[in-house]
């Protein structure tokens, strides 16, 4: 396919999903999240180059939630490389992304840096490395996507405070192993901060790139090594969506990372990065018009890592 062929496999899609019915229900965990329509939608494609397309909301900013745990895992691995995997492991867990069941029996060591206790350490990690993990994170979507307007969403990290106590209990009881370095509230007020980046398609599309262009980033430099771009791109498809990562890879077949706000953002290496976003999500905590749109865009392209 050709770049130029993306615009009616995107108005295609959009096409499709405004005929679906049963979008899922927006995330009520924060009230916040809460008022969000299940019915909207925006997708993005953005080509290595910087070029990018989209159809329906997709300047639209919305809450990214764990879409950056990548972004925190590459700038954590881009600083630390391999000896943050004596920390966190990279295997699916099988279990929903705010369990705690799997630590105990782990001792403190979460299963991979998506799910949250996983992030939690990522951020941790982060944290001791640059003393502010969220504005690293900030910065660096800012560069990658030329939009110096993305911003925290001050209101959503307050209502993640306010109803933080599961994110609490995961960060507590690694700490308890020793796999925390800083104090948890310190932590968490990174971690909280980190979820609430509001972005739009188009500004997460482009912040992907570096993982379509084996960890270039859109100035030319480096930030990970092109094995380092693969390893991320490679967890992002067997944890990115949780428990539901068999059936995203089955249906979509390319790396994607979602998160309750219902964004997903997923790559096709050396071909182009994507973004959705509609909030309806399903009880896995992925968005169900978002999922669907990517299983479309891979059927009607052939562009998958398969
Ligand atoms: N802020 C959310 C949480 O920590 C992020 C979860 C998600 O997007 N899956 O619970």
């Not at 925006?42 to 070029?51: K, N």
Request: with cysteine.
């Amino acid at each position: 396919i050709m770049s130029s062929q993306f615009r009616p496999v995107l108005d295609h899609i959009m096409a499709e999903i405004d005929r679906t019915p049963g979008r899922g229900r927006s995330a009520d965990y924060i009230p916040a999240l809460a008022a969000r329509d299940p019915r909207r939608f925006g997708m993005a494609v953005a080509e290595p180059d910087g070029t990018v397309y989209g159809v329906g909301e997709w300047r639209q900013p919305f809450s990214t939630q764990s879409i950056t745990k990548v972004f925190t895992l590459a700038l954590d691995l881009a600083r630390e490389g391999d000896e943050l995997w004596e920390h966190v492991g990279r295997e699916p867990s099988g279990n929903p992304f705010n369990s705690l069941v799997q630590l105990e029996y782990e001792s403190g060591i979460p299963r991979n840096p998506f799910i949250n206790a996983g992030a939690l350490v990522v951020t941790d990690r982060l944290q001791t490395r640059t003393g502010d993990a969220a504005g690293e994170l900030l910065a660096f979507l800012r560069a990658e996507s030329g939009n110096d307007a993305l911003d925290f969403d001050l209101e959503v990290a307050a209502s993640e405070t306010a109803n933080g106590d599961r994110n609490a209990a995961l960060a507590h009881f690694m700490a308890s192993y020793g796999n925390i370095d800083n104090d948890v509230p310190v932590l968490l007020d990174q971690y909280f901060r980190q979820c609430s980046v509001a972005a739009s398609c188009a500004d997460l599309a482009l912040a992907t790139g570096f993982l379509a262009r084996h960890g270039i980033r859109a100035d030319g430099s480096r930030l990970l090594s092109r094995s380092q771009a693969k390893q991320v791109n490679a967890v992002m498809l067997t944890c990115g969506t949780y428990d539901a990562a068999g059936d995203f890879a089955y249906r979509v077949g390319l790396p994607g990372k979602s998160g309750v706000g219902g964004g997903i953002i997923a790559v096709v290496p050396g071909r182009c990065t994507l973004c959705v976003w509609s909030p309806g999500l399903d009880e896995r905590g992925n968005s169900v018009a978002g999922v669907a749109a990517l299983d479309r865009f891979t059927t009607l392209t052939g562009l998958s890592v398969f």
